[in-house]
DNA sequence: TCCTGTGAATTCGTTCACAGCC
DNA sequence: GGCTGTGAACGAATTCACAGGA
């Protein structure tokens, strides 16, 4: 499911270069996945391809787009304007996608006030109503880590029902809110590890390594 | 595996408070995990709990980050400045957990020579004599879509063997290159088909529905 | 008694392989 | 002949459940 995503913005790229059509074989490639998935990932949507010729890439997009609801807008609100909050409000991605900024949230005094790719942005105390008025669904979170979990909480109880965090936290929230994380350091701490074990690989080809716990430990690990 | 990095996470928080001992249980509720699956995470390090107790927290953090490679530093380069680069360069938790930025890349002569976070913006065209010199193994790559895989290219050529992918699009790179990536518009159509689907079952529970096939389709995909 | 470590059972996602249709 | 749709086989990850040590 998370696939769909990917799939779609292949199905783009080809409608944009002219192509009409495309084969299972050929949007694996595209998406880095293997061709049956992407059939049976497509067979869910009951979208019908063509034996013998593949699928019709209009047809697909618009099937792709409403199965992950994007043939209507999503109200979303950008919490926190540090550093990266401000990177996203100012991200031209966000509304070509169809989520629209309807609210930008800071508790910092000498922010609230400040306008911010031509939005204003309000104090956290506005959430509330702003997120009634707008009828915002989605919160973008980038706050420290420490206000995470009370920000977010607040903007469950405010009717949020969607949560994009980027706090290096673990948020606790409801059965009837989604919740995604991006989470910067983990990323590069997964990418330290298999660094540093084919580091440990390379020494043991050399036949430099002693014996050691991480020698032990190599395989269990899986290929990538 | 990508779970070793918050578990780290709580391990440190805990040590933080004066917490010597941790249970799996515990360790599991705060990361939002099962708790069979921590004992089997850890048994996987070697690292010894103590039955009826528990495990010693600053031992398992000094084997959580010796397995992760967090015991060295790893010099790193962020690859286009735009909003998202500056952001990135700007972000203190990088340094903080053992991933120093070697050096900033641009390919717009505008931003090469500035200083950003008291680095010099270098021309992309010096990435082979930067990464060789700084011994960079890790790229943060947040350059447009259409450049991306022209800029992989080029860094994995260099010598990077570790590239956390920003850029909305699938980057090939050899097997011996970890890749990761962040995508900012799938997580949010992630969260859109959530969104959806969910009114689409209040309105299911309401009787408002048409019979449709996103209501046939409704049951076939997880939880959450 | 409490909590770890781990085989066994189960669930989930992926891949194979081929029947069926264009 | 080419390519989809899908049952069946497979493999990996998760969870159960309990033996055994502190």
Known sequence: MSRLPVYLRVLVDRAERGE???????LAAAS?????KVRKDLSYLGSYGTRGVGYDV???IHQVSRELGLTQDWATCIVGLGNLGLALANYQGFAERGFRIAALLDADPDTVGQQVAGIE????????R??????????????????????????????????????????????HVSLRKVDLSIELQIL??????????????EGTARASLAEVTRRKWPKR
């Open 130 to 175: 702003l997120v009634k008025e707008h009828e915002i669904s989605i919160a973008v979170l980038a706050v420290p880590a420490s206000g995470a979990q009370a920000v977010a909480d607040r903007l469950v109880a405010a009717g949020i029902t969607s949560i994009l965090n980027f706090a290096p936290v673990v948020l606790a929230v409801p059965d």
């Open 192 to 205: 330290s590890f298999y660094e540093q074990r084919r580091a440990v690989e390379a020494s043991v080809r």
């Open 32 to 36: 880095g996945v293997n061709s049956a």
């Open 121 to 128: 942005v309000a104090h956290i105390d506005e959430c509330e």
């Open 20 to 26: 009409h059509t495309i084969s299972s074989e050929a």
């Open 58 to 60: 209009e047809y697909l």
